[in-house]
């Protein structure tokens, strides 16, 4: 997907977002400049330089993240999300044991618990400064996905499953990966065979999911996650470390989460299923759907 002069305003109001989060700690406030509010504006003017500057070819996650990395560097601070991200995963740990009894009982685990995963991309705070957690889970269970290729990856699951295969899945934020681990688990479950690699960022940017998220919420006891090798948001994949590239490719099936991976990675070649909530007109465009759909969608084909 490639980014358009909408991304301007986006990438203006994100980084923006990241300089508000990253001078309430006094130090980096008193290391400032006194006019903090013209600073901000500064950034954000700064931000939409960067992105009409950037490589039309990229896409809307490259550059937005280029962006917000003005934020860190005027500031100082590499991780103005930490609380923000610590506070998500305990949120959705308290609904982890109700919503992983709702996937186990339903009548197929699979689809529910992808459902599941799918509400759980609500916690975006790159995007919205604010969320309804249970209201976004009730909307995906009782509507569904608005785009569902489902049965298209059900039997790639059962094809994997069959010769032993690589799952990789590529997790997108901290809180929603509690979420992404009921889907691992049913996946586990109904498909003993299939071995599963999780992937997180190996760098903070927004509230993406690092080692450290996936270490609070108990997904390295259940499968092995890797780092991707970058800060970006998304998957670059000439960014990323061999070891992801080694996993990348070797892949029977790739679900990769949220909208950065599917800006990112929508017109690759690979066996790769996104799962998301269409939080921007662009990405909601590009699918054939409406502003904060879930979808289950394979891209390529």
């Avoid at 094809?159 to 691992?184: H, M, P, Q, S, W």
């Amino acid at each position: 997907m490639r980014y358009r002069k909408e991304c301007e305003e986006c990438s203006r109001r994100q980084a923006e977002r990241v300089f508000r989060l990253a001078v309430r700690d006094p130090q980096v406030r008193n290391r400032l400049p006194q006019d903090i509010e013209a600073l901000q504006k500064e950034v954000g003017q700064k931000a939409v330089e960067i992105v009409k500057a950037s490589d039309p070819r990229r896409s809307p996650a490259e550059v937005s993240f280029w962006a917000i990395l003005e934020a860190h560097r005027v500031t100082g601070c590499d991780d103005p999300f930490r609380k923000e991200k610590a506070e998500s995963n305990e949120l959705a740990l308290k609904l982890y044991p109700k919503l992983s009894e709702l996937a186990q009982q339903a009548h197929d685990p699979i689809l529910t618990a992808c459902l599941l995963a799918a509400s759980g991309n609500i916690i975006d705070l790159g995007i919205q400064e604010s969320f309804d957690l249970e209201a976004a889970i009730c909307h995906a269970l009782e509507q569904g996905f608005r785009l569902s290729h489902y049965d298209r990856l059900k039997r790639e699951l059962e094809k994997t499953d069959r010769c032993g295969g690589l799952l990789l899945y590529i997790l997108d934020n901290a809180g929603e990966i509690v979420f992404d681990r009921i889907l691992i688990e049913q996946i586990r479950t109904c498909f003993p065979s299939i071995r599963i690699v999780a992937s997180v960022n190996s760098g903070p940017v927004l509230n993406d999911a690092l080692m450290e998220d996936a270490e609070a919420v108990g997904l390295c006891d259940l499968v092995k996650v890797i780092e991707n090798g970058h800060q970006d948001l998304g998957t670059v994949l000439e960014r990323c470390s061999p070891q992801f590239r080694d996993m990348y490719f070797s892949a029977d099936v790739i679900i990769a989460k949220g909208q950065a991976n599917y800006e990112t990675l929508d017109e690759r070649p690979e066996n790769i299923f996104f799962i998301l909530k269409a939080k921007c007109e662009l990405v909601a465009q590009s699918l054939g759907v409406s502003l904060y759909d879930p979808v289950l969608v394979k891209k390529s084909d």
